[in-house]
């Protein structure tokens, strides 16, 4: 069984609906219990930073997450749910996150441009994955493969070889990441069609 996070943070459903697609069982929970209880572990986020981690706290999640973690069953991170696994983000301040993987998640800088055209912060829509490793999620996906971005913060992990991907928007960013039973991905593979249905595919039939 798939556990689908619920702490108020995120289109839950369309994270259900994406693993409906490709027959596999998933629940949307907020009970903490049934995190603990289960074989895998989705944590979506849309939002601050500093709200989802109160929402996190406040629902009691924070050590079932951490436990599974720990535990070595499969977890995805998605969009701010990826970036909750670092040390901390400068979102509407500076505040602390999970700390499971050594790092932190910054802004992208306001003057980015490409061919003397100016970037928007924030990015919102499709870009490219450039591999550094191919974690076992990632199997069947093609390095240049496109996907969904909706974002203006990034995780800068301290440890290099934590990163599975890179993406190009004015500066070459952390678009994905994969250390032991965790992959968590920047971009939304839920909006993301074939490709992102093939990594989510991947993910629950992680062993």
């Keep these: 069984m798939i556990a689908i996070v619920d702490y108020g943070m995120g289109n839950l459903r369309s994270v259900q609906k ?26 979506p986020g849309v939002g601050a930073f500093r709200d989802c981690m109160r929402n996190l706290e ?3 999640f924070v050590d079932p997450l951490l436990k599974v973690i720990a535990e070595g069953r499969p977890f995805l991170g998605i969009c701010v749910g990826m970036q909750l696994l670092f040390t901390d983000s400068v979102e509407f301040g500076l505040y602390s996150g999970l700390n ?18 100016r970037l928007p ?25 496109n996907v969904y ?18 993406t190009d928007y004015g500066i070459d960013f952390c678009s994905s990441v994969w250390k032991d039973n965790i992959v968590a991905t920047q971009f ?11 990594i989510l ?6 062993k």
Aim: proline share 7%.
């Design 201 to 206: 595919k991947n993910f629950a039939e992680l």
């Design 100 to 117: 499971v993987i050594p790092g932190h998640v910054l802004r992208f800088p306001d003057q980015m441009s490409v061919a003397g055209e």
């Design 58 to 60: 406040e629902a009691g």
């Design 18 to 43: 994406a693993f409906e697609k490709i027959g596999a069982e998933a629940v949307v929970t907020s009970d903490p219990l049934v995190v603990l209880e289960a074989d895998r572990v989705v944590l």
């Design 121 to 145: 912060v924030p990015q919102m829509g499709w870009n490219q994955l450039t591999f550094k490793k191919h974690p076992p999620a990632f199997v069947g996906i093609e390095d240049g493969s």
């Design 188 to 198: 939304h593979p839920e909006k993301s069609q074939d490709v992102g249905l093939r």
């Design 149 to 166: 971005f909706v974002h203006s913060y990034y995780v800068e992990p301290d440890d290099s070889a934590v990163i599975a991907t890179t």
